[in-house]
């Protein structure tokens, strides 16, 4: 009788290493500058079914610094911008320049799980700095890299060893195609069963400005305007310098913000089929069972919120929280993760897929766990993240065409929308992003003139209309602002609060 026991134990022992020998795939699918907070998912129904519906969908995700670059970065990565050293989307800033190439290449996802036995693609926008120069970034053994920011038409990919020039393909098209060929030829199976496994990162432009939707969705949302959020078009007192001093917008921005909260929402409608594509391939090829399917954004937006006409870089909810849904081996359907996450955590997570430890300079915290609850809900833990951002703005941010002097180092000064500039050097901030029990809050330090200070209860105020960072109790604010400074000094595991 033992002996019998002994035996089954042993064979589906056997059994369970033969299915978990199989290492899992991950495709991991990156939009650019799409909210949650304004229904930046709205547009996107088959996502939503495939990946929420079909996986979990994560309601507390947020980016650890709401600007494309250092996002992306640590995304890359799993570190927060104070330790990856990349601050804004310039050169001089640590997007794509020389320390990125020699120190964080090397220690960046791809190039672990390409040395784990992985095959790697990468189509799209990869880093704002990024031109085509030289090799192809280390890590990837497929490399369709976008020059420089998002764009539409008109772009240069790096496809691998060259550079091809695109007047009037559809950017988001294109990696549809690239990415769905690469997912085949994956798949295909050499001998019996026994492919590599891959990594596949797609980075399509939207909902990016310039808002380029594909000829084929121009006007579906035409009859929506910009969501009409309490905080709209409101100048507030009690916010911090560049907010409070911003003007109310006329009557033509609010206009011109609409149509582009149109194109915004419309420009998705591609990405969204892109999804539903790559999906429909993995499916094809007896893979949809074995891969891994994450969708996510570099960073949020707003689009006319406290009358900042459009964009990200602000510490508000739009900016920070951003879209995730996850599919793959072990979740279970319609499950819901109310748990704080974070970009820095993704790194960690595929790794624990792609059965590897994370490496100690990584300061995300993989989620894999918790997503194996076979419970709908998902068990919940306390986090407290950091969101960290450096002010963009220095003599060569000045505009000649607005009326600003090049010594106020303000940047993102659009003629377009009545000189309101959108960034100034002391729009920088430190925020702890607190989720716990009995409490969902966000505390920010600023590094201006003023040390202003801003905290939101997002219990019972979610569009952030009342800063309470003065109603706090002595003894809340110095919890918050100790716990804080621990985080803008952590690495690795001491990030873990
Ligand atoms: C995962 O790693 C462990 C320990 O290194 C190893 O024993 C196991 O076989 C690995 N599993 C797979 C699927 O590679
Ligand atoms: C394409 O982009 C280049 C710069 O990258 C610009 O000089 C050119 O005018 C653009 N062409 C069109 C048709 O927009
Ligand atoms: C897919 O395989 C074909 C044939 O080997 C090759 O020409 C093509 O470049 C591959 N495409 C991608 C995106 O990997
Ligand atoms: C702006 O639009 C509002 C609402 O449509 C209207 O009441 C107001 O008169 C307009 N202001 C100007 C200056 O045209
Ligand atoms: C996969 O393909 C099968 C057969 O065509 C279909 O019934 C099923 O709905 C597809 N699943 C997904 C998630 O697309
Ligand atoms: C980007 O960051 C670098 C390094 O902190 C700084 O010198 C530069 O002025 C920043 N760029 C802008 C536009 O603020
Ligand atoms: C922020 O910078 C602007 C422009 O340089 C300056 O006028 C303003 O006083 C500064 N405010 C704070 C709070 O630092
Ligand atoms: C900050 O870090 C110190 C040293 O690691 C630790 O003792 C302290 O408890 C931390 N404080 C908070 C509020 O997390």
Redesign the pocket.
Known sequence: MIILTLLIALILACLGNAAADRLPNILLILSDDQDVELRGMFPMEQTIALLGFGGALFHNAFTPTPICCPARTSLLTGMYAHNHGTRNNSVSGGCYGPHWRRALEPRALPNILQQNGYNTFFGGKYLNQYYGAGEVPKGWNEFYGLHGNSRY????LRENSGNVHY?STYLTDLLRDRAADFLRNATQSPESGDAQPFFAMVAPPAAHEPFTPAPRHEGVFSHIKALRTPSFNQVKEDKHWLVRTSRSLSNETIDTIDKYFQKRWESLLAVDELVATLVGVLNETQSLDNTYIVYTSDNGYHVGQFAQPFDKRQPYETDIGIPLLIRGPGIAPESHVDTAVSLVDLAPTILAWANVSTPAYMDGQSFHEILLSKERRIPFFERSLLIEYWGEGNVNTYNPECPWAEQDRLSQCTPEVDCHCQDSWNNTYACLRNIRHREDRVYCEFRDNENYLEAYDLQLDQFQMTNIALDLLPIERALYSLRLRNLTHCSGHSCFL
């Open positions: 038409y008109n772009y240069t007047e």
